[in-house]
């Protein structure tokens, strides 16, 4: 399997971040380019949040200026390795496979939350949902200090 695209996907969370290393040395060892990608989330419609569409796309353009500022200061770590960045909005874990199937990844790397118990049967994990429906092998990494002691 040739890896020519590896898109890595970013909240901008500790654990997001421990993964990007990652994906850079594999861009630099295997000459491929790699896409920053960060989904803001789609907005949850209650009656409190109900603004009109002008201020919705400006919340949105605020966020994707935001983002797209912070993928660039990561981006330009990239020595070496062609990096593009992209900001997109929806529910992360379909964007992030959505993308990965558009733009013909090869492997997304992202970082994972390491949740357990109930907080993870009741708020999930995007990683984990990657992992069940991206189009590509998916890497995850899990930050040192949720790492698991060997028996």
């Not at 909005?89 to 496979?97: K, Q």
């Not at 991206?134 to 028996?151: D, E, G, N, S, Y």
Request: charged share 20%; glycine share 6%.
């Amino acid at each position: 399997m040739k890896i020519r695209r590896i898109l890595y996907a970013t909240d901008f969370s500790e654990n997001a971040e421990v993964a990007w290393p990652h994906a850079l040395e594999m861009g630099q060892q295997l000459g491929a380019s790699v896409l920053l990608l960060h989904v803001i989330p789609a907005p949850a419609m209650v009656p409190e949040t109900f603004l009109a569409a002008e201020q919705w796309a400006e919340i949105f353009a605020a966020q994707r200026r935001e983002a797209e500022a912070k993928l660039r200061a990561v981006a330009a770590e990239a020595q070496g390795v062609k990096a593009e960045v992209l900001v997109t909005r929806g529910v992360p874990f379909l964007e992030i496979a959505r993308v990965a199937a558009q733009r013909k990844a090869d492997l997304i790397v992202m970082g994972t939350h390491g949740r357990t118990g109930l907080v993870h049967a009741l708020m999930g994990s995007v990683a984990e949902r990657v992992v069940r429906i991206a189009p590509c092998p998916v890497l995850t990494v899990r930050h040192a200090a949720m790492q698991v002691a060997a028996a």
